[in-house]
């Protein structure tokens, strides 16, 4: 997620850097024998990386209210 007001490093990465990174998180736990999983809330999960790319591991979805708008597939 984005910090406001802070010079965080991974606050200007693009979507396309995002998601290679996760990927590459992923692939890292996975080799060490661990189920990867991502989580997000929704603005990260369809604007902050590509999900098409990442559909193979299980999503939590931080969203905390009854009326759920997420228009992707989830696990938790």
């Given at each position: 997620?984005?910090?406001?007001?802070?010079?965080?490093?991974?606050?200007?990465?693009?979507?396309?850097?995002?998601t290679?990174?996760?990927?590459?998180?992923?692939?890292?736990?996975?080799?060490?024998?661990y189920?990867?999983?991502?989580?997000?809330?929704?603005?990260?999960?369809?604007?902050?990386?590509?999900?098409?790319?990442?559909?193979?591991?299980?999503?939590?979805?931080?969203?905390?209210?009854?009326?759920?708008?997420?228009?992707?597939?989830?696990?938790?």
């Amino acid at each position: 997620e984005v910090i406001p007001g802070q010079d965080a490093r991974a606050n200007d990465l693009t979507r396309a850097e995002r998601t290679a990174i996760a990927k590459a998180f992923c692939t890292t736990i996975e080799k060490a024998g661990y189920q990867p999983m991502l989580y997000s809330n929704t603005k990260w999960m369809v604007m902050g990386i590509d999900l098409e790319q990442l559909n193979q591991y299980p999503t939590c979805f931080a969203y905390y209210v009854d009326n759920n708008v997420f228009p992707y597939k989830y696990h938790i």
